[in-house]
């Protein structure tokens, strides 16, 4: 079964830390472009963050620009998100995602999300 | 950045109707990179289009994508109880990747 399963979610103190991780397993993870996108509950999606299937071409959304940094590691078919000098405005859902088959910056598989929560 | 608009808000429909959804671009989506996603409460999103009109694997028939350039419409033609749900739209045309602010679909 393709799966993806995010950990490292948490409360967390304006302008500190946090690590994220996904593990996928079911797929040829290495052959895929991968995905961080979050949702303040209630709220809309937005996308965060994108890496290519081999760590070579990484994009990320201004607001997160600077701060937050992706990363892969295809012989642990993980996929990361640091995060640091976080803010109140970062507290959401973060899901990782899986680029299509069709086209790397559509998302066909997504984990269930970790919660971020960023607060004094 | 391309700031993608869907209307209505909210629609309010019975089972078995027709559902017709807008994503309207504020510039012109390159190669119709405009792909559509269900998310039920509590659930993940799901890839429902891409390409702004080829169905994803799985996908039912009654889900259609139509429109290109600026205009987008996805249309679910007979509603089933399960297709209540938020639908949003994506980009993928340039960066950054963006989506728009979403359709419920309501029972009415």
């Known amino acids: 079964e393709v799966q993806l399963e995010e950990s490292g979610g948490g409360l967390v103190q304006p302008g500190r830390s946090l690590r994220l991780s996904c593990a996928a397993s079911?797929?040829?993870?290495?052959?895929?472009?991968m995905h961080w996108v979050r949702q303040v509950p209630g709220k809309g999606l937005e996308w965060v963050s994108g890496i290519s299937y081999n760590g070579v071409y990484i994009a990320y959304a201004d607001a997160v620009k600077g701060r937050f940094t992706i990363s892969r590691d295809n012989g642990k078919n993980s996929l990361f998100l640091q995060m640091n000098s976080l803010r109140t405005e970062d507290t959401a859902f973060y899901y990782c995602?899986?680029?299509?088959?069709?086209?790397?910056?559509?998302?066909?598989?997504w984990g269930q999300g970790t919660m971020v929560t960023v607060s004094s | 950045e391309v700031v993608l608009t869907q209307s209505p808000g909210t629609l309010s429909l019975s089972p078995g109707e027709r559902a017709t959804l807008s994503c309207r671009a504020s510039q012109s989506v390159s190669s119709n990179y405009l792909a559509w996603y269900q998310q039920k409460r509590g659930q993940a999103p799901r890839l429902l289009i891409y390409?702004?009109?080829s169905r994803a694997t799985g996908i039912p028939d009654r889900f259609s994508g139509s429109g290109s350039g600026t205009d987008f419409t996805l249309t679910i033609l007979r509603l089933e109880p399960e297709d209540f749900a938020v639908y949003y739209c994506?980009?993928?045309?340039?960066?950054?990747?963006?989506f728009g602010g979403g359709t419920k679909v309501e029972i009415k």
């Open positions: 079911g797929f040829t993870f290495r052959d895929y472009a």
């Open positions: 994506q980009q993928y045309g340039g960066s950054p990747l963006t």
């Open positions: 995602a899986k680029g299509s088959i069709w086209n790397a910056d559509t998302f066909d598989i």
């Open positions: 390409g702004a009109s």
